[in-house]
């Protein structure tokens, strides 16, 4: 059964870092390419990074880059989401899943996106 499962979420203070671990059971990352993406309250679903480890091909987000950096080691079955300079808008809750590739049309379509788990919670607040 594919399942991923998110970790590393905490409360920082603005400038902050922290880095999210998304471990994946029952599915190759050759196969799959890795979103990562957040929701704040009242707000929609948001891509902000993508990666596939079969490609190497990265995606960011306009309102995260050049602050955070994915990484895959498909010898862990493990991802990685590093996140620097953190801002209080960055605050939401953090999944990983499972999608097709990291096109436009897979960042932009949460249907498209498949196996996350419980999420881990990122808080930016002094």
């Known amino acids: 059964q594919a399942q991923l499962a998110e970790s590393g979420g905490d409360l920082v203070q603005p400038g902050g870092s922290l880095n999210l671990s998304c471990t994946a059971s029952g599915l190759s990352l050759d196969l799959y390419a890795i979103v990562w993406f957040r929701q704040a309250p009242g707000k929609e679903r948001e891509g902000v990074s993508c990666i596939s480890s079969r490609t190497g091909f990265t995606y960011y987000a306009d309102s995260v880059k050049g602050r955070f950096t994915i990484s895959s080691d498909k010898t862990k079955n493990t991802l990685h989401l590093q996140m620097n300079v953190l801002k209080p808008e960055d605050t939401a809750v953090y999944y990983c899943?499972?999608?097709?590739?990291?096109?436009?049309?897979?960042?932009?379509?949460?249907?498209?996106?498949?196996?996350w788990g419980q999420g881990t919670p990122v808080t930016v607040s002094s």
């Open positions: 899943a499972a999608a097709g590739g990291c096109s436009s049309y897979f960042i932009t379509r949460p249907r498209e996106w498949h196996y």
